[in-house]
């Protein structure tokens, strides 16, 4: 019977911790954030490594900062993007995966969802984001976005506009816009 | 001689015509108006006395009798004329023959022959000096007293020294400026010095020779060369001293040397005492120092030169006589072992008194108390008549800066002392002495940790060096300073370098697992290709070491000293060197140790069934260390390795049918703890590894040979009626088996790996009758399943058993029968198989083979990574970047270093996958 009495006293009140328990179980969270990210980081660059995607690379940036990173797009057959490479920088947040990382081409584009600037309009890194989004898939969706622009919002109307009316003109001004740059 | 006459005619025509200005005239410059004598009056007469000058104290001294030549003067007016006369007459005869002859210009002063008669030319003929001179002189000296009424009169003093000072400029100067030092620099000061002497012998002589005769006034006499000397000093010393300090100080340096018994040209035989060679040198030393000081060179510049070369010759002996010599032992052998102790305290400055003196310090104390010290206060004496001695504070001066100047030379060798340590220890004495202040154990530890990081922290030393320099820095510097500040201070940056190092644990790990006798029993000295020195020293003290109890409250300490005044913060005291401690304390953290001691351990326990004592006591050192916990997985590798014998042994006796426990095993293993496979059942053993706690190991699959599965068959199945819920899985390629192979002329059997029997087991001939069974690489390669480079590997191993012959390439037969030449390098190498070289080459093969299977597998993961950096982040990178960012980013780390890296890229380059250009790696296009 003592043993039962035990049992029931160590178990009760389930789902509700004791104010300092709690706090406790707390703080090391607060504290492993950033640790928590760079683990999530480093799966990630061995999932990347590991599984050849083509078309698509990523890597951190040179100083050894995870969480930081350049990344490598070619572009995809069929688009007026096709056989040019474009290069983005991803910045993540201290409290990834749980926020989106910010992604600005590098390369400057002529995109209707790219502004001049390289920002990037797509809802999966904004509101749209959740945890369950990577590097890989959110590269994939980028690379799909050159061949399928949302002209429903553009961030470049001329673009948009070009897109829809003269695409000869298009491919012409993607052309002239692409610049190779040639490392950091 | 009748040339004589005739240059001295010519001369004398010369000079009427250009009178040479700069000879003063012996006559006065007046000349009397008035005063002349009267007709018949005597020329000049007995001055009258003054009641001046009888009062004079002197007036006893006054020539008591006329010689005759002076008459008494009658008048006035006829005195003043009179003693104007007298006087002209006086100052004539005294300058005349006071002026110096010109020496002939075509003397030269480089001749041996022709000095004496240039030092002829400067001293007086005696015979001038007569009498009448000696009247004249006194006259002329004494004018007030002699010849009160002399209106004109000068002083005879500045007269001459106005002449000599003349005399000396253009006579002697230009003289002793013609002298070279073309016949050394001591001839040379020789013939300076002896002109110099004769020169200022006869500038003193002239005014002198009134004092020495005794009929002048002595003592006002002898007022004067003074007065002369500090005329004539200041421009010899001003004119020559430039000049000569070069030979002099090469002089005086060759005779100090020489007294104070410095090592030659001819090399070098230390004397404690003075011997008849240095004493004449001593007497030379003093002999030209005074006559150096006679002529008035004794200035400040001789003291500096003096106190320049003492100097000087201090560090050269300490150098010369110091280097090299670190030995204790060469002590007994100079015979100063038997020196009563009572004496040594004398010897040593005060400051050194709390130590105990070692050989050298003692040598040099005593050598500069008895030899330097000596000299040093002869030429005091002799530079400074008036002061008594020197005082005895400076000796003890003279020892403090000749300690510190040996301290200062071992410091300098102190990476070679402490690379020869042990035998190096009287040098480490030395410093002991010697190091008394912070300033000098800081300029210890600066000056090596520069020579540390100059000449042993670069890539040309292997790890192995690194770390045996380490221990006997450790053991060397425990000598030297107890308290392990001066070792704290200069081993960080080599603890730094050491964790740069891949392989630093490793070879401190397999240094404590490695034997410290060879096969026969034999001690193996330091050297060789593993840290021996660290598993002897486990052995001597490991044990001792943990019972001591480096406690700062022991109250029965009587040694306690405090912390040295140098010691930093978070200092801790600790009396042993504790070397083993300190190089695992210093070197990696917890994880990396334990990490890298489990795949060792792991390899040594496969590798063979022997007693592993070392393992386990290596194992309780890092336990005492790091605690059980991190270890566990240790100990349950060595807990298998006894298990799995027991278990073994029951497993082996199901399948023979019999029944037995655990208990039974134990004591059959007692009993006989070799294994005998000749005569059993079931040729198979197993060693039942827990997988959970031991490292990944490498295993390579391939196709075993059909027999040996049955066995494992049999075994597995035997092992399961044992344990019941476990299941075995067999590592291949991490086995020995022993090989009898059945040759045409031989039966060869040897205990070898299981992928190299496997391979042999292919040139097994199916029918008994074919002979020269051959093989291609690629048959085996298919036949077995097995990877292509263990296969060759295999393949070299057999051949160079000669059991296999490589026909063409990769083509390989069986030696069926061997040729003599071949049957006596069997002999050989079965004669060699007892050492240790066929073993290790086998192990070598098996850590290439593992380090290939390794990459093989994370190749490609590299590969990727090294793409993913030359994509995104920067299209060209050099080695060093790219090794940098694989260390930091794999999360396993990166086991290559620099050299392996760019090994590695090279294989990427030699695909074409990689270009390298201008040191910088990119993806071929």
Not at chain 1, 77 to 104: E, I
Not at chain 2, 620 to 640: F, H, N, T, W
Not at chain 2, 715 to 736: C, D, I, N, P
Request: charged share 25%; net charge negative; aromatic share 8%.
């Amino acid at each position: 019977m003592a043993d039962y009495a035990m049992e029931d006293n160590q178990n009760s009140a389930p789902g509700t911790l004791p104010a300092a328990q709690a706090a406790k179980l707390g703080d090391p969270r607060r504290a492993n954030d950033a640790q928590s990210t760079t683990k999530r980081l480093q799966t990630e660059l061995m999932q990347l490594m590991t599984s050849d995607t083509p078309g698509i690379s990523a890597f951190p940036s040179s100083d050894g900062n995870l969480q930081s990173w350049t990344a490598t797009i070619d572009g995809p057959d069929d688009t007026p993007y096709a056989k040019l490479t474009f290069k983005l920088t991803f910045a993540f947040p201290s409290n990834y995966p749980f926020a989106p990382p910010t992604v600005m081409f590098k390369t400057p584009i002529y995109h209707p969802n790219v502004d001049m600037a390289g920002r990037i309009c797509l809802d999966i890194l904004k509101d749209k984001w959740t945890a369950a989004y990577n590097i890989q898939t959110v590269l994939l969706s980028l690379q799909s976005l050159l061949g399928e622009p949302n002209n429903a919002s553009p961030l470049n109307g001329e673009a948009a506009t070009l897109w829809d009316s003269d695409m000869d003109r298009f491919k012409q001004k993607v052309a002239d816009r692409h610049v190779d740059i040639e490392d950091e | 001689m009748a040339t004589q006459i005739l240059t001295a005619r010519k001369r004398r025509v010369f000079n009427a015509v250009f009178k040479r200005p700069q000879i003063s005239q012996p006559t006065p410059v007046a000349t009397p108006a008035t005063g002349f004598t009267a007709q018949g009056q005597a020329f000049g007469e007995l001055p009258r006395l003054s009641q001046q000058a009888r009062d004079d104290s002197f007036h006893e001294l006054i020539i008591p009798s006329s010689p005759g030549l002076f008459h008494s003067v009658t008048g006035d007016e006829s005195g003043h004329a009179q003693h104007q006369a007298r006087w002209d007459r006086s100052w004539h005869t005294v300058t005349y023959d006071l002026a110096l002859a010109n020496i002939p210009a075509d003397l030269d002063p480089m001749e041996n022959s022709q000095i004496t008669k240039i030092l002829n030319h400067l001293t007086y003929d005696p015979k001038r000096f007569d009498t009448a001179y000696q009247q004249a002189l006194l006259d002329v000296l004494d004018p007030q007293i002699r010849l009160p009424n002399a209106s004109h009169r000068e002083d005879v003093v500045l007269w001459h020294s106005g002449h000599v000072q003349n005399h000396f400029l253009h006579q002697v100067l230009p003289l002793i400026a013609r002298i070279t030092n073309i016949h050394g620099a001591e001839m040379y000061l020789y013939r300076v010095v002896r002109i110099l002497t004769a020169a200022h012998e006869i500038y003193l002589d002239g005014l002198e020779h009134a004092s020495r005769t005794d009929v002048g006034p002595r003592k006002k006499a002898n007022k004067h060369p003074p007065r002369l000397c500090r005329d004539l000093h200041p421009i010899i010393s001003n004119s020559l001293t430039n000049k000569i300090a070069i030979p002099l100080r090469g002089v005086l340096r060759n005779m100090i040397n020489e007294v104070l018994g410095l090592p030659s040209k001819e090399g070098w035989h230390p004397q404690k005492k003075d011997d008849p060679s240095s004493e004449a040198a001593r007497g030379e030393l003093l002999k030209l120092i005074e006559s150096l000081q006679d002529v008035g060179l004794s200035g400040e510049s001789l003291q500096t030169i003096l106190a320049e070369v003492m100097n000087d010759s201090m560090t050269l002996y300490v150098n010369i006589g110091y280097t090299g010599i670190w030995s204790e032992v060469s002590s007994q052998l100079s015979g100063h072992k038997e020196r009563p102790d009572k004496r040594q305290p004398s010897l040593l400055p005060r400051t050194a008194h709390h130590s105990s003196a070692s050989r050298c310090v003692r040598d040099l104390c005593e050598w500069i108390e008895n030899r330097y010290a000596k000299l040093a206060v002869q030429v005091f004496s002799v530079l400074t008549p008036d002061t008594v001695g020197i005082n005895w504070r400076l000796v003890e001066k003279w020892k403090e800066m000749g300690i510190a100047r040996l301290a200062n030379l071992r410091i300098s060798e102190l990476f070679d002392i402490v690379h020869q340590w042990p035998r190096s220890s009287g040098a480490l004495e030395d410093l002991k002495t010697a190091i008394t202040t912070p300033q000098r154990r800081l300029r210890l530890t600066e000056v090596f940790a520069a020579d540390l990081s100059k000449r042993l922290l670069h890539p040309g030393t292997s790890t192995l060096q690194i770390l045996q320099y380490y221990i006997s820095m450790i053991a060397s510097f425990h000598a030297l300073d107890h308290s392990k500040v001066l070792l704290d201070r200069v081993a960080h940056p080599l603890q730094v370098y050491l964790y740069s190092r891949e392989d630093t644990v490793r070879v401190i790990i397999t240094g404590l697992l490695s034997d410290t006798e060879d096969a026969e029993g034999n001690p193996i000295g330091p050297g060789g290709d593993k840290l021996h020195e660290l598993a002897s020293l486990l052995d001597n003290n490991g044990s001792r070491q943990r019972s001591q109890i480096d406690d700062d409250l022991d109250w029965r300490d009587l040694d306690w000293t405090p912390d040295p005044v140098d010691a930093g913060p978070g200092y801790k005291r600790s009396k042993s060197a504790d070397i083993v401690g300190t190089l695992i304390r210093a070197l990696g953290t917890q994880e990396v140790f334990i990490k890298e001691f489990q795949s060792i351990l792991a390899e040594n326990l496969l590798r063979a069934d022997y007693y592993f004592y070392r393992e386990v006591k290596v194992l309780e050192l890092l336990k005492s260390r790091y605690g059980d916990a991190p270890l566990q997985s240790c100990e349950v590798m060595i807990r298998d390795m006894i298990d799995s014998n027991k278990v073994d042994m029951i497993v082996r006796a199901g399948i023979e049918g019999k029944e037995m426990t655990a208990r039974e095993a134990e004591v059959l293993l007692e009993k006989v703890p070799s294994n005998d496979d000749t005569d059993e059942v079931l040729p198979i053993h197993a060693k039942i590894l827990s997988r959970l706690f031991w490292p990944q190991l490498q295993d390579e699959s391939y196709r075993i040979p059909d027999d040996i599965t049955q066995l494992q068959r049999r075994y597995e199945v035997g092992f399961e009626k044992l344990k019941a819920s476990r299941k075995l899985t067999w590592m291949h390629a991490l086995g020995q088996a022993t090989v009898e192979l059945d040759l045409a002329d031989r039966i060869f059997t040897e205990e070898v790996l299981t992928w190299q029997a496997t391979v042999i087991w292919e040139f097994q001939s199916d029918n008994a009758g074919e002979v020269g069974v051959q093989r291609n690489v690629q048959e085996i390669v298919d036949q077995l399943d097995m990877d292509e480079s263990l296969v060759r590997s295999a393949l070299k191993f057999w051949t160079t058993k000669i059991v296999l012959q490589e026909v063409e390439k990769d083509v390989y037969m069986v030696l069926e029968r061997l040729n003599p030449e071949q049957r006596a390098w069997s002999n050989a190498m079965a004669a060699a198989t007892n050492g240790t070289a066929p073993a290790e080459e086998v192990m070598e093969d098996t850590a290439s083979i593992v380090t290939n299977g390794i990459t093989k597998e994370k190749r490609q993961l590299y590969w990727q990574f090294i793409q993913g950096m030359l994509k995104n982040n920067s299209s060209q990178l050099p080695l060093m970047r790219i090794g940098m960012t694989l260390r930091m980013l794999l999360p396993d780390g990166f086991p290559l270093s620099n050299e392996e890296l760019q090994e590695f890229l090279g294989t990427f380059v030699a695909e074409g996958a990689l270009a390298f250009a201008a040191g910088k790696y990119k993806l071929a296009k």
